[in-house]
């Protein structure tokens, strides 16, 4: 083997936390595998069609399935840490799977899935239960020849409303079961038109946010199609940085349509009926009548930012093509017209505070373009002293919180009003994240961060986040929550909302991306005999002015051994809760205490597993069962994830990456913890092409996250969600650069391309197929980073992303690994006799001492 051919040592760049102590001999290909779980699962369901009954194990996440509705909601929707519950809460604690599920109501489905019924039950609305207010679903029992329904979740028996009545058959089943969605599917769609579902007016304020002479509403907020704020910060460092024009043009594309990088046009994608505003701000306001009567927008600027109000109602919220010439020539005109602005300065809090007050009684979705810290006007902030000395300290909480109440109190009345917000980020300074993030995540809107922008290198990838924005699923004057059958209570909720309530979480906006988590536990033993159920029901407006409830439902068995509780557990559900889990203490624990918990998790449920399931074994050592063998790294993924990682990272970044964890859905959470990682140098001639007899694609299977896989040859692609960094290796053919670069040399392969050229060879269609499928599937563009080897600096980056290497100060998934070897299998379970370093030393000395994981300081001090 040449050189070049040889695996490559990992950069010392990218060194984390030593391994300290004896390294024993490691054979990785014993050691469990993320990749080989993936793979085999995606064998395995991608052919055949997943049943939702009760009694199965879904797919992975990272497989695209698909599932057939038969009274339980689509995995896709709802998914929980184990799909057998405990009977007993003492079983939970003996288990230590922590007892959670993970929602994402409004989840894109897989184009060859049924869409969501939506169902009509009258003037009446949809039946529900007279006592805990559950809505009907499958798992309802009729009594007394069809003329009342036993509720699944309460027990309690509600009368069936003449018009809703339907006569019995042989099988107690309603003669209309077949049609009605209500009665079969796990996941519909209700309409309710009645005013009782209306969104209520959020309670007085003692002291007014904005002024307004109108009084404070006192009805319900009437049903319309959502209104869309778009504020543009026109300060210098907007200007300069080329952030203002960049989504200037971005959205007249999106309104108008406009022509993509290689020629090809594409059609305007803004939702039909919705109205749209213009904002602009930086010491002051400016507010736009855009009334189609005029021949150009007039504006009205606001100087008094300690007393704001809205100066127009007519005008303000217009139909974009009624309205096109005035919106085209004001879009076009504001990037020269602040050209030669030398205002840096830009009041983020009063044009929030704007958009609350020219959105209230209504709702709606303000979309803000800022690029500097808010040093004046409400909620102004002072520049953030040295951060680097507050790590490790008591007061590092501090900086996952809002410096000024101000951002706290508009986030609620927004989310309180309908209104969400969403962010894009363009600045080249601190802008402090943790204050003014608040207002996106508690109004269910979304961040997107782009430090230093370039509209060279970062405009394709706004034009992509925008168009996802405005095109995605989304709803507006949302309220959720989760109901429990009888045993089982919902304890805490998990994600970027406004509880506003003990049981009720509500946004401002809500979308496809979007996802949170509930943590629910027992109030008394379950019955064996009988399921136990969840619903969740989303109350939200739609686009396009409609009422509509959303219901998901889940029947669960339930189960009195350890053993069924751990074979029907869901990985993917519990690393996605822990790592919300983590997410959300940050506002009140030190990060490294964090990591340490984070670490007795795995190793408590291991431990559980070990102790219930497996006690006739030695101490020494450690059975992991099938569903969990890749828990311990996905662990480790956790802690090096931006926001916990060990090395200095500012702020902002811990507090962007923790607020879109939080908002993530499993899917899209376990594939940025764990990159997929492909080498492209070595593509089979029929991968990722259409095959001649079936048009089908197969792409190609992925590899382990190291740099020990990884050949001086060779050519990968790593993708996290938020980054598809290519990595060019020094030794790489001509050939290679040829085909997919169109470059003959290294030297010459340019390291600032934004996107990948279309070449005809083969090798540029396998990869574009790749991209295109991944582009699909998430329904944006990341930000392409090209590294070649030793030579850019994006290949810190890259390294970063190889969890299993040692770096982000943690360990390496090797040195978290002692030698193995492989064990049997018993019940469907996957045994393997590991010496994981850290984890398994906790366990034996929890068997060995008698105590519990987190039991004593003895276990604490993990380098993880």
Request: contains cysteine; glycine residues 6%.
């Given at each position: 083997?040449?050189?070049?051919?040889?695996?490559?040592?990992?950069?010392?760049?990218?060194?984390?936390?030593?391994?300290?102590?004896?390294?024993?001999?490691?054979?990785?290909?014993?050691?469990?595998?993320?990749?080989?779980?993936?793979?085999?699962?995606?064998?395995?369901?991608?052919?055949?069609?997943?049943?939702?009954?009760?009694?199965?194990?879904?797919?992975?996440?990272?497989?695209?399935?698909?599932?057939?509705?038969?009274?339980?909601?689509?995995?896709?929707?709802?998914?929980?840490?184990?799909?057998?519950?405990?009977?007993?809460?003492?079983?939970?604690?003996?288990?230590?799977?922590?007892?959670?599920?993970?929602?994402?109501?409004?989840?894109?489905?897989?184009?060859?899935?049924?869409?969501?019924?939506?169902?009509?039950?009258?003037?009446?609305?949809?039946?529900?239960?007279?006592?805990?207010?559950?809505?009907?679903?499958?798992?309802?029992?009729?009594?007394?020849?069809?003329?009342?329904?036993?509720?699944n979740l309460c027990g309690h028996e509600t009368e069936v409303s003449p018009e809703y009545f339907c006569n019995m058959d042989a099988n107690f089943m309603r003669v209309d079961h077949a049609n009605r969605p209500e009665l079969n599917k796990g996941t519909v769609d209700f309409v309710v038109d009645s005013e009782d579902y209306w969104a209520p007016p959020p309670l007085p304020k003692l002291t007014p946010t904005y002024f307004s002479m109108d009084l404070p509403p006192t009805t319900?907020?009437?049903?319309?199609?959502?209104?869309?704020?778009?504020?543009?910060?026109?300060?210098?460092?907007?200007?300069?940085?080329?952030?203002?024009?960049?989504?200037?043009?971005?959205?007249?594309?999106?309104?108008?349509?406009?022509?993509?990088?290689?020629?090809?046009?594409?059609?305007?994608?803004?939702?039909?009926?919705?109205?749209?505003?213009?904002?602009?701000?930086?010491?002051?306001?400016?507010?736009?009548?855009?009334?189609?009567?005029?021949?150009?927008?007039?504006?009205?600027?606001?100087?008094?930012?300690?007393?704001?109000?809205?100066?127009?109602?007519?005008?303000?919220?217009?139909?974009?093509?009624?309205?096109?010439?005035?919106?085209?020539?004001?879009?076009?005109?504001?990037?020269?017209?602040?050209?030669?602005?030398?205002?840096?300065?830009?009041?983020?809090?009063?044009?929030?505070?704007?958009?609350?007050?020219?959105?209230?009684?209504?709702?709606?979705?303000?979309?803000?373009?800022?690029?500097?810290?808010?040093?004046?006007?409400?909620?102004?902030?002072?520049?953030?002293?040295?951060?680097?000395?507050?790590?490790?300290?008591?007061?590092?909480?501090?900086?996952?919180?809002?410096?000024?109440?101000?951002?706290?109190?508009?986030?609620?009345?927004?989310?309180?009003?309908?209104?969400?917000?969403?962010?894009?980020?363009?600045?080249?300074?601190?802008?402090?994240?943790?204050?003014?993030?608040?207002?996106?995540?508690?109004?269910?809107?979304?961040?997107?961060?782009?430090?230093?922008?370039?509209?060279?290198?970062?405009?394709?990838?706004?034009?992509?986040?925008?168009?996802?924005?405005?095109?995605?699923?989304?709803?507006?004057?949302?309220?959720?929550?989760?109901?429990?059958?009888?045993?089982?209570?919902?304890?805490?909720?998990?994600?970027?909302?406004?509880?506003?309530?003990?049981?009720?979480?509500?946004?401002?906006?809500?979308?496809?991306?979007?996802?949170?988590?509930?943590?629910?536990?027992?109030?008394?033993?379950?019955?064996?005999?009988?399921?136990?159920?969840?619903?969740?029901?989303?109350?939200?407006?739609?686009?396009?002015?409609?009422?509509?409830?959303?219901?998901?439902n889940l029947a669960l068995q339930v189960v009195s051994l350890a053993g069924n509780v751990f074979r029907y557990a869901d990985m993917d559900a519990t690393v996605c809760h822990l790592a919300r889990q983590a997410m959300t203490n940050l506002s009140s624990r030190r990060t490294a205490q964090i990591r340490e918990e984070l670490t007795e998790k795995c190793s408590s449920i291991l431990l559980g597993y070990r102790r219930n399931c497996a006690a006739g074994t030695v101490a020494s050592?450690?059975?992991?069962?099938?569903?969990?063998?890749?828990?311990?790294?996905?662990?480790?993924?956790?802690?090096?994830?931006?926001?916990?990682?060990?090395?200095?990272?500012?702020?902002?970044?811990?507090?962007?990456?923790?607020?879109?964890?939080?908002?993530?859905?499993?899917?899209?959470?376990?594939?940025?913890?764990?990159?997929?990682?492909?080498?492209?140098?070595?593509?089979?001639?029929?991968?990722?092409?259409?095959?001649?007899?079936?048009?089908?694609?197969?792409?190609?299977?992925?590899?382990?996250?190291?740099?020990?896989?990884?050949?001086?040859?060779?050519?990968?692609?790593?993708?996290?969600e938020e980054y598809m960094i290519f990595w060019v290796g020094s030794g790489v053919s001509r050939q290679v650069l040829d085909e997919l670069f169109g470059v003959q040399d290294l030297l010459a392969l340019n390291s600032n391309m934004t996107h990948l050229p279309v070449l005809n060879t083969r090798l540029s269609q396998q990869v574009h197929n790749i991209l295109s499928h991944r582009y699909s599937q998430r329904g944006y563009v990341p930000q392409m980073l090209l590294a070649r080897?030793?030579?850019?600096?994006?290949?810190?980056?890259?390294?970063?992303?190889?969890?299993?290497?040692?770096?982000?100060?943690?360990?390496?998934?090797?040195?978290?690994?002692?030698?193995?070897?492989?064990?049997?299998?018993?019940?469907?379970?996957?045994?393997?006799?590991?010496?994981?370093?850290?984890?398994?030393?906790?366990?034996?000395?929890?068997?060995?001492?008698?105590?519990?994981?987190?039991?004593?300081?003895?276990?604490?001090?993990?380098?993880?």
């Amino acid at each position: 083997m040449t050189p070049q051919y040889q695996h490559i040592p990992q950069p010392p760049h990218s060194a984390g936390e030593p391994y300290k102590g004896l390294r024993a001999r490691i054979d990785p290909s014993q050691i469990p595998s993320p990749v080989d779980a993936i793979e085999a699962d995606k064998e395995a369901w991608e052919s055949q069609m997943y049943m939702t009954l009760p009694g199965n194990n879904p797919p992975l996440s990272t497989t695209d399935f698909v599932a057939f509705d038969q009274g339980n909601s689509n995995p896709k929707y709802m998914r929980v840490t184990t799909w057998n519950v405990p009977s007993s809460a003492h079983l939970t604690r003996e288990c230590e799977i922590p007892l959670a599920v993970v929602v994402q109501p409004l989840a894109d489905l897989d184009p060859r899935e049924e869409p969501v019924p939506l169902v009509d039950c009258g003037e009446s609305g949809p039946p529900r239960c007279a006592q805990c207010r559950g809505y009907i679903n499958p798992w309802c029992v009729w009594t007394a020849g069809g003329s009342r329904w036993k509720c699944n979740l309460c027990g309690h028996e509600t009368e069936v409303s003449p018009e809703y009545f339907c006569n019995m058959d042989a099988n107690f089943m309603r003669v209309d079961h077949a049609n009605r969605p209500e009665l079969n599917k796990g996941t519909v769609d209700f309409v309710v038109d009645s005013e009782d579902y209306w969104a209520p007016p959020p309670l007085p304020k003692l002291t007014p946010t904005y002024f307004s002479m109108d009084l404070p509403p006192t009805t319900a907020r009437k049903p319309q199609p959502m209104n869309y704020l778009f504020a543009f910060d026109i300060s210098f460092e907007a200007v300069e940085s080329g952030l203002l024009k960049s989504a200037c043009d971005t959205l007249l594309d999106i309104l108008y349509g406009g022509e993509a990088i290689d020629g090809t046009s594409f059609d305007p994608c803004f939702p039909r009926g919705c109205g749209i505003g213009i904002l602009t701000f930086d010491r002051t306001l400016h507010f736009y009548n855009l009334s189609p009567s005029l021949p150009q927008a007039s504006v009205i600027v606001l100087a008094d930012l300690d007393e704001i109000f809205v100066p127009l109602r007519d005008g303000m919220f217009v139909d974009p093509w009624e309205s096109r010439t005035v919106i085209e020539g004001l879009l076009t005109s504001l990037p020269e017209r602040n050209s030669m602005t030398s205002l840096r300065e830009a009041s983020l809090g009063a044009a929030l505070i704007a958009g609350l007050a020219s959105l209230a009684g209504m709702g709606g979705h303000v979309v803000v373009f800022q690029s500097t810290m808010p040093t004046v006007g409400p909620g102004a902030l002072d520049p953030l002293t040295d951060e680097s000395g507050v790590y490790g300290t008591e007061k590092e909480t501090t900086l996952f919180l809002p410096r000024d109440r101000v951002w706290r109190d508009v986030a609620e009345e927004c989310a309180e009003e309908g209104i969400g917000i969403s962010m894009f980020l363009g600045m080249s300074k601190t802008i402090d994240i943790g204050s003014i993030g608040i207002a996106s995540s508690m109004t269910g809107g979304e961040m997107y961060f782009h430090p230093r922008f370039k509209p060279s290198r970062d405009r394709i990838v706004l034009a992509s986040q925008l168009r996802r924005l405005v095109t995605r699923t989304t709803v507006y004057n949302s309220v959720m929550r989760i109901r429990c059958s009888h045993g089982l209570q919902i304890s805490k909720y998990y994600g970027n909302f406004h509880e506003r309530s003990l049981t009720d979480i509500e946004v401002g906006v809500w979308d496809a991306d979007k996802a949170f988590s509930a943590s629910f536990e027992h109030t008394r033993t379950l019955d064996e005999r009988q399921y136990a159920y969840l619903q969740c029901a989303l109350l939200y407006t739609t686009t396009d002015g409609k009422r509509r409830v959303r219901t998901c439902n889940l029947a669960l068995q339930v189960v009195s051994l350890a053993g069924n509780v751990f074979r029907y557990a869901d990985m993917d559900a519990t690393v996605c809760h822990l790592a919300r889990q983590a997410m959300t203490n940050l506002s009140s624990r030190r990060t490294a205490q964090i990591r340490e918990e984070l670490t007795e998790k795995c190793s408590s449920i291991l431990l559980g597993y070990r102790r219930n399931c497996a006690a006739g074994t030695v101490a020494s050592q450690l059975i992991i069962p099938e569903a969990f063998r890749c828990l311990p790294v996905y662990s480790l993924a956790i802690t090096k994830t931006k926001p916990l990682k060990g090395r200095t990272v500012s702020a902002d970044v811990r507090n962007y990456y923790a607020r879109k964890i939080l908002s993530m859905g499993v899917r899209s959470t376990m594939q940025h913890l764990y990159p997929r990682l492909l080498a492209l140098h070595d593509l089979e001639e029929t991968i990722a092409l259409p095959n001649d007899t079936t048009g089908r694609i197969a792409f190609p299977s992925l590899m382990g996250n190291s740099h020990m896989y990884m050949e001086a040859r060779g050519v990968y692609l790593i993708d996290n969600e938020e980054y598809m960094i290519f990595w060019v290796g020094s030794g790489v053919s001509r050939q290679v650069l040829d085909e997919l670069f169109g470059v003959q040399d290294l030297l010459a392969l340019n390291s600032n391309m934004t996107h990948l050229p279309v070449l005809n060879t083969r090798l540029s269609q396998q990869v574009h197929n790749i991209l295109s499928h991944r582009y699909s599937q998430r329904g944006y563009v990341p930000q392409m980073l090209l590294a070649r080897q030793n030579m850019d600096g994006v290949e810190i980056e890259f390294s970063d992303m190889l969890v299993e290497d040692q770096n982000n100060g943690a360990m390496s998934y090797l040195d978290c690994t002692s030698s193995s070897s492989l064990g049997s299998c018993r019940d469907a379970f996957f045994s393997v006799a590991l010496d994981l370093c850290l984890v398994h030393k906790q366990i034996n000395t929890a068997l060995t001492q008698g105590i519990s994981i987190s039991g004593g300081p003895s276990l604490r001090g993990s380098p993880w």
